[in-house]
DNA sequence: TTTGGATCCATACGTAAGTATAGTACCAAG
DNA sequence: CTTGGTACTATACTTACGTATGGATCCAAA
């Protein structure tokens, strides 16, 4: 179900189509030309093709948005089950994005200029590639390390974490809880950044289920 | 005239948002999408700037279509040159990623396995469509915001913002700043989220100048 | 002083283009 | 036979979005 070759013919005649057009044209083709190529009369007839190939998840468009439409890279995206054996992933497409424009550094007095930059601020395309998840946090257990309820963990698997690392441990009731890792004699410690909260400790003896390490944080400011 | 950096500024900052969206949207900007990012009220500013470099011959598109702007010539990170020999090839339009997949809560007491999910963390992909810039935090000014050093903030060009939004400001010494914005009479607040730090207060009669608003932050984490 | 370019603003109009709704026919699988 | 998918048709509506027209200010060059 990756290939246009098993596509129904006239699916795969339109995902051919954009990919050709939008190369040739520089932007994206309207349901017009496409149906103009293909001998149709409406446009109501690729609309539906289009529809389709977006349910197989190889195409997408911005809703209410002119020539939108675009290809996706040809992978569907699959479900991640930390507590299922990992499959080896499918190749997937590179993405070529550069992520956000760094404008520099504030507070460092020097002016900004927002496009003078050859550097750019890349966050999922930097984490994309090595099975990195995100996780919303709910609770103040690591405010005083900066991560508010409502931010965004970027977790990165990784099932032995070093010391002082703040990784996502699955307890013995199956909860998953966010903390700085500490291994210590005869057992691990699962330290809170709340001087209100206390750690929670783990027997050596026990099986510690880490599912990976945080990564990154982002957080949405308005 | 061999270089962006010889054209006026307006012009060479069109054209290149004209480049970095088309990449990360994966279709060309409208003009009202380039001018939001410049923080332009209407898009016929925009529209004379592209007319400007159409007439230059930097910009073409297709009169009457909708989002059929492209550069013409060069690498989209590439100088370009009027007087070398260039061929007419339009920006390449590239397939785009999902952005990282949600695993759920955490701290939230459920198990986190539940990756049925369609959903999927967008950062750069969020935020690149509008011409947002990211700046590197140097300092301790917004801490009790849980705006760290080394932070990067996500900003949004907007040179109006609402009462109580995080703006970066350039001052009078051309210096940018990263603070709370408040509108008061007879002047503007600008307020640091640090108890060690006094507001700056600008006049009304002065131009305040305002780059943009935050509207994400990243940390990376390890 | 005049002219042209750069840069910004506004409203109004008309077409481009997506979407909704409705219908038909054919084929394969259950 | 029923159902779902594929594939085609039409009209109508709505929003997206380019363009026209008009205005302003500032600056540099002739």
Redo the contacts between chains.
Sequence with gaps: MNTTEQLPPRQGEVLKLITSL??Q????PTLAELAQAMGLRNRMTVHQHVAALKKKGLV?WEPG??????????QS?E??????KRQSKPAS?T??????????????????D??ET?E??????R??GSG????????E?MIEE?I?DGD?????PNPSPTNG??V?A?LDD?????KRFYKEKGRYRLQPANKDMEPIYVPSTQEMNI?G??????????
Tied chains: 1, 2.
């Design positions: 939008t190369e044209q520089g932007y994206p997408q948005l002119n020539r939108s439409l675009r290809v996706i890279g040809g995206s479900p991640i089950s930390i507590n299922s497409v993405p070529i994005t550069k992520g956000l424009p760094m404008a520099g550094t504030i507070a460092a007095g020097n002016p900004i927002a496009l050859d750019y601020l890349e966050v999922e395309s984490y994309a990195c998840f995100a996780l919303k946090v709910k609770g257990s900066g508010f965004f963990v970027i977790v990165k690392e703040i996502v699955v199956d909860t998953a809880t966010l599912k390490v945080v990564v990154g944080l982002f957080r949405k400011m308005s």
